[in-house]
């Protein structure tokens, strides 16, 4: 199958203002999306990660590098950004932001059909689909974003971005500032929408759970770099940067018992991307660290079907983590304990004053 | 994270005295018709010596309003209109400013959100910090500033030295995290709140500050009321969890009953958000499709709850304990089948 997106070698600085330094928030990431697919995008805040959504979508130009869209290359590009007009959405992180206040529901999910110019009836009926696509009462049209709940607004935001048909949605946080339950709503839709439309999603996150559950293959970005990436259940279950490896052990998952193993553990944070150091970004942080990472970058290797990482000691990392799938223990503990049919019947308890001392 | 061992039990027949006792609190906001909203709904919760307790609830619940209220001041134009905070034999609440002011800081302290807009960014962090304890610890000068550069060694800020005299804007979100820590708690407080402190960091700067956290609040035997969006932070961290939900506690146990034999139907819905499994969400939640309403009269989360019943939706279900050490804030609480 061809990709829907390709980008090959892409970079891009910024530069500061009264300074000769750039800002390098990108540094050489490729990738590729098939239709169809989910690729998750994980890294902490400064990694780039939202950069490399906005080059996407257009929003910003890269400094150099090559972004195509089904093989017609896309970055600054008006004529064929316009030809594409619809095929790739964006969803962003604040729904009450994105949002225009004093715009109806229903004006805001048929803005993006503007540039169809298609006649009234037809955007009501694209309009009414899109909002039934995404569970919401087709009454909230005529509602205002101020009365939706933060997870019904960022169903909104799905909505306005799946009416226009994408072949492909950069979503950037969609789920980071909402509750775990509406979280888990916005989830399931996508994936729902995904099986019916062949939708190929860029879903960038800094939850890693969540990118485990959605991503059919996921991709580790640290300063502006891609350290690992491959399938989703494989790296997961068996990091080979120690960067990834640091970074899947501070995954809480709420069960007591079930910890992410990793002989990693981060110390100190990020470092600015305006000086970058010579060879391995992660050099200074890195329990693995040798001579040779603090003087040159280490290659793209690959390591197995589609699976590359950036490391010198890719081998020792594997070989210190013991390979486990915690995820899939996770899940099965849940369908334990949050299995149970509820039985209906009142149960004769005794009503204590105040809980004081619950633990005798 | 440490997998904190409980703090001592003792043996049933001797009583331990909490440490912080909070009952009855009520906190309403006016709104603009004539009736005000209760947020906090006659909240009971005792914290012991030295025990982490976790408080989970989604936004909106009253964590803030809570955490704000322990000290007697509410957010906002929000008013405490029943209800005792008993710290050290004394209602927290019934004190003069005067007294309370020396309370706060020194034997209670909080730990917030977004540092940077607790510091000021005029003042260099060492100094910051050692205002604390000549306020609050009397201490001169000199041994004011040692104790700041002892407390940012315990945080763990690179170059110590060197960041004592830095403004706020010199740091990162972590480091700035890390000063406000070191301010919670440099006069040993014999209780510290943290209001969703470590959830505006990346997560392994979250890691490097939980396990500060415990171990600091280890080795100065204070307690802690944790409160967090995050209810996986708590199942590796807290010694109980209490689960609150628009303004009252629907079940508190200790950590593994919590987990592993959760009881209240939201309970086990905010964790089958996290199971991934869309059968089990549906088993345990209500889609919300329309506009939201609130459900003012019986149990506030009978409105969303899959199993609610016609008595529900009419009496408010007492506060029961299920087990000993387990309470649950339902009229149908699910059981281990």
Not at chain 1, 227 to 254: C, I, K, M, W
Not at chain 2, 69 to 86: A, C, D, N
């Amino acid at each position: 199958m061809s990709a829907i997106l390709t980008i090959d070698r892409l970079f891009k600085q910024f530069p500061i203002a009264g300074s000769r330094q750039v800002v390098q928030a990108i540094n050489d990431v490729s990738l590729s999306i098939e239709p169809g697919e989910t690729l998750g995008l994980v890294g902490e805040s400064g990694s780039g990660k939202t950069t490399v959504g906005r080059c996407i979508v257009g929003l910003l130009d890269p400094t150099s590098g090559d972004i195509r869209f089904r093989g017609t290359p896309i970055s600054g590009r008006k004529d064929t950004r316009r030809a594409l007009t619809g095929k790739i959405q964006f969803v962003f992180q604040e729904p009450a932001e994105s949002l225009d206040p004093r715009m109806k529901i229903g004006v805001s999910i048929s803005e993006p059909l503007i540039p169809f110019k298609l006649n009234r009836a037809m955007r009501e009926r694209r309009t009414l689909e899109a909002i039934k696509l995404v569970r919401l009462d087709p009454a909230l049209l005529e509602a205002y974003p101020s009365e939706l709940s933060a997870g019904q607004q960022q169903r909104v935001g799905v909505a306005r971005a799946m009416v226009t048909e994408p072949e492909l949605v950069v979503l950037d946080e969609p789920t980071s500032a909402l509750d775990p339950t509406a979280r888990a709503e916005i989830i399931d839709l996508l994936q729902r929408i995904q099986s019916e439309r062949n939708t190929a999603y860029l879903f960038i996150s800094h939850d890693l759970s969540t990118v485990r559950f959605i991503s059919h293959r996921v991709a580790v970005m640290y300063l502006g770099m891609i350290v690992e990436q491959g399938p989703a259940d494989t790296v997961f279950n068996r990091p080979q940067h120690p960067y990834a490896s640091g970074l899947l052990s501070s995954v809480l998952l709420p069960h007591p018992h079930l910890k992410i193993e990793s002989s990693v553990s981060l110390k100190g944070e990020i470092p600015s991307p305006i000086n970058l150091p010579k060879g391995c970004f992660l050099a200074s942080r890195c329990p693995f660290v040798i001579e040779r990472c603090r003087i040159e970058m280490p290659p793209r290797t690959d390591v197995g079907p589609g699976h590359s990482v950036h490391c010198f000691r890719h081998e020792d990392v594997a070989r210190t983590v013991p390979a486990s799938d915690t995820f899939t223990v996770f899940m099965a503990e849940a369908e334990r304990i949050l299995g149970r049919k509820p039985v209906v019947a009142p149960i004769k308890l005794a009503e204590p004053a105040n809980p004081v001392d619950t633990r005798t | 994270m440490a997998q904190a061992p409980l703090p001592e039990a003792a043996d049933a027949s001797v009583a331990i005295e909490p440490l912080v006792r909070i009952s009855n609190l009520r906190v309403v906001y006016p709104t603009g018709s004539s009736e005000p909203k209760e947020v906090l709904r006659g909240l009971d919760l005792s914290v012991m010596p030295g025990e982490i307790i976790g408080l989970v609830g989604e936004s909106g619940a009253g964590k803030t309003t809570l955490a704000r209220s322990i000290l007697g001041v509410p957010p906002g134009p929000g008013r405490i209109t029943e209800g005792e905070v008993i710290f050290g034999g004394r209602n927290i609440l019934d004190l003069p400013e005067p007294e309370l002011r020396k309370l706060r800081g020194r034997d209670l302290s909080v730990v917030v959100p977004n540092p940077r807009a607790e510091l000021n960014p005029t003042i260099p962090v060492g100094k910051q910090i050692a205002a604390m304890a000549r306020i609050h610890l009397g201490v001169g000068k000199e041994e004011a500033k040692r104790l700041a550069l002892a407390m940012l060694k315990d945080v763990q800020i690179p170059d110590p030295v060197r960041r004592m005299d830095a403004y706020p804007h010199e740091l990162s979100g972590g480091m700035a995290q890390r000063v406000v820590i070191a301010m919670a708690l440099i006069c040993d407080p014999a209780f510290v709140i943290s209001d969703d402190a470590t959830s505006g960091l990346d997560v392994t700067v979250q890691t490097q500050i939980l396990a500060l956290l415990s171990r600091l609040a280890a080795d100065h035997g204070s307690a802690m009321l944790f409160i967090t969006r995050d209810i996986g932070i708590t199942a590796h961290f807290c010694d109980r969890v209490a689960v609150l939900y628009s303004g009252e506690i629907l079940e508190l146990a200790l950590r593994e009953q919590l987990f592993l034999e959760p009881a209240h139907p939201y309970t086990l819905m905010l964790l089958s958000a996290f199971s991934h499994s869309p059968k089990l969400r549906d088993a345990w939640s209500v889609p919300e499709t329309g506009l939201r309403q609130d459900q003012e009269k019986g149990c506030r989360y009978s409105i969303r709850c899959p199993l609610a019943q016609p008595v529900c939706r009419e009496v408010r279900p007492p506060f029961a304990q299920l087990k000993p050490g387990h309470f649950v804030r339902c009229h149908f609480p699910v059981t281990p089948s």
